[in-house]
Protein backbone atom coordinates (compact mmCIF):
# COMPACT_ATOMS: atom_id res chain seq x y z
CA UNK A 1 0.00 0.00 0.00
CA UNK A 2 1.08 3.26 -0.72
CA UNK A 3 -0.56 6.82 -0.15
CA UNK A 4 -0.10 10.20 -2.45
CA UNK A 5 -0.76 13.70 -2.03
CA UNK A 6 -0.12 16.30 -4.51
CA UNK A 7 0.72 19.88 -3.76
CA UNK A 8 2.13 23.01 -5.71
CA UNK A 9 -1.09 24.07 -7.82
CA UNK A 10 -2.09 27.43 -8.27
CA UNK A 11 -3.22 30.13 -10.59
CA UNK A 12 -0.70 30.77 -13.16
CA UNK A 13 -0.25 33.49 -16.33
CA UNK A 14 0.02 31.97 -19.93
CA UNK A 15 4.14 31.23 -20.56
CA UNK A 16 4.69 30.74 -16.66
CA UNK A 17 5.80 27.79 -14.68
CA UNK A 18 4.97 25.32 -12.00
CA UNK A 19 6.22 22.79 -10.31
CA UNK A 20 4.18 20.03 -8.69
CA UNK A 21 5.05 17.89 -5.70
CA UNK A 22 3.67 14.38 -4.94
CA UNK A 23 4.25 13.06 -1.43
CA UNK A 24 4.23 9.19 -0.81
CA UNK A 25 3.64 7.52 2.24
CA UNK A 26 3.62 3.06 3.19
CA UNK A 27 5.61 0.73 2.08
CA UNK A 28 8.04 0.48 -0.84
CA UNK A 29 7.55 3.86 -2.68
CA UNK A 30 10.57 2.71 -4.51
CA UNK A 31 9.06 -0.57 -6.14
CA UNK A 32 5.96 1.35 -7.63
CA UNK A 33 5.39 3.19 -11.20
CA UNK A 34 4.52 7.02 -10.56
CA UNK A 35 2.07 8.83 -13.16
CA UNK A 36 0.70 12.22 -13.71
CA UNK A 37 -2.86 12.52 -15.08
CA UNK A 38 -5.13 15.82 -15.20
CA UNK A 39 -8.90 16.30 -15.88
CA UNK A 40 -10.57 18.96 -17.16
CA UNK A 41 -14.09 19.87 -16.59
CA UNK A 42 -15.97 17.70 -19.15
CA UNK A 43 -13.22 16.11 -20.10
CA UNK A 44 -11.75 12.90 -19.74
CA UNK A 45 -8.48 11.83 -17.72
CA UNK A 46 -5.55 12.65 -19.38
CA UNK A 47 -1.99 10.90 -19.33
CA UNK A 48 0.34 13.78 -18.59
CA UNK A 49 3.51 11.70 -17.53
CA UNK A 50 5.02 8.44 -16.48
CA UNK A 51 8.57 7.28 -14.71
CA UNK A 52 9.48 3.50 -13.60
CA UNK A 53 10.62 2.51 -10.31
CA UNK A 54 13.95 3.07 -10.93
CA UNK A 55 13.47 6.59 -12.22
CA UNK A 56 15.60 5.14 -15.69
CA UNK A 57 12.80 5.28 -17.95
CA UNK A 58 9.99 8.58 -18.68
CA UNK A 59 7.38 8.46 -20.99
CA UNK A 60 5.00 11.61 -22.01
CA UNK A 61 1.74 12.93 -23.31
CA UNK A 62 2.32 13.87 -27.15
CA UNK A 63 1.20 17.47 -26.81
CA UNK A 64 3.78 17.90 -23.26
CA UNK A 65 6.81 16.71 -24.48
CA UNK A 66 9.39 19.84 -24.26
CA UNK A 67 7.57 21.52 -21.68
CA UNK A 68 7.08 19.66 -18.69
CA UNK A 69 9.46 16.87 -16.83
CA UNK A 70 8.88 13.94 -14.60
CA UNK A 71 11.52 13.37 -11.79
CA UNK A 72 11.67 11.56 -8.56
CA UNK A 73 13.45 11.26 -5.52
CA UNK A 74 13.09 7.40 -3.96
CA UNK A 75 14.93 8.54 -1.11
CA UNK A 76 12.79 11.54 0.30
CA UNK A 77 9.57 9.57 -1.22
CA UNK A 78 8.22 12.29 -3.69
CA UNK A 79 7.87 12.73 -7.24
CA UNK A 80 7.96 16.42 -9.20
CA UNK A 81 6.45 17.50 -12.19
CA UNK A 82 8.02 20.50 -13.69
CA UNK A 83 5.67 22.20 -15.97
CA UNK A 84 6.98 25.11 -18.20
CA UNK A 85 5.62 27.50 -21.18
CA UNK A 86 1.86 27.04 -19.63
CA UNK A 87 -1.29 27.33 -21.69
CA UNK A 88 -4.65 28.19 -20.64
CA UNK A 89 -5.56 24.76 -22.11
CA UNK A 90 -3.56 23.03 -18.92
CA UNK A 91 -5.70 24.13 -17.24
CA UNK A 92 -7.08 21.14 -14.88
CA UNK A 93 -7.11 19.24 -11.80
CA UNK A 94 -3.23 16.87 -11.38
CA UNK A 95 -3.23 13.80 -10.14
CA UNK A 96 -0.10 11.30 -8.74
CA UNK A 97 -0.63 7.80 -9.01
CA UNK A 98 0.93 4.72 -8.20
CA UNK A 99 1.12 1.36 -10.06
CA UNK A 100 2.72 -1.67 -10.81
CA UNK A 101 2.54 -2.19 -14.46
CA UNK A 102 4.83 0.02 -15.63
CA UNK A 103 4.99 3.72 -16.96
CA UNK A 104 1.87 3.56 -18.63
CA UNK A 105 -0.34 5.76 -20.25
CA UNK A 106 -3.37 3.84 -19.29
CA UNK A 107 -4.98 5.16 -16.02
CA UNK A 108 -6.60 1.83 -15.09
CA UNK A 109 -2.95 0.32 -14.70
CA UNK A 110 -2.87 2.77 -11.29
CA UNK A 111 -3.79 1.44 -8.62
CA UNK A 112 -3.09 4.20 -6.10
CA UNK A 113 -4.76 8.22 -6.55
CA UNK A 114 -4.01 11.47 -4.77
CA UNK A 115 -6.87 13.67 -4.10
CA UNK A 116 -5.62 16.20 -6.96
CA UNK A 117 -3.95 20.03 -6.97
CA UNK A 118 -5.87 22.73 -8.81
CA UNK A 119 -3.56 24.36 -12.00
CA UNK A 120 -4.97 27.22 -13.35
CA UNK A 121 -3.82 29.27 -16.01
CA UNK A 122 -4.92 32.72 -17.34
CA UNK A 123 -4.71 33.91 -20.78
Known amino acids: QVQVVESGGGLVQAGGSLRLSCAAS????????MAWFRQAPGKRREFVAA????????HYGDSLLGRFTISRDNAKNTVSLQMNSLKPEDTAVYYC????????????????WGPGTQVTVSS
Open 97 to 112: AAGSFGPTWHDYDYNY
Open 26 to 33: GRSFSSYD
Open 51 to 58: INWSGGNT
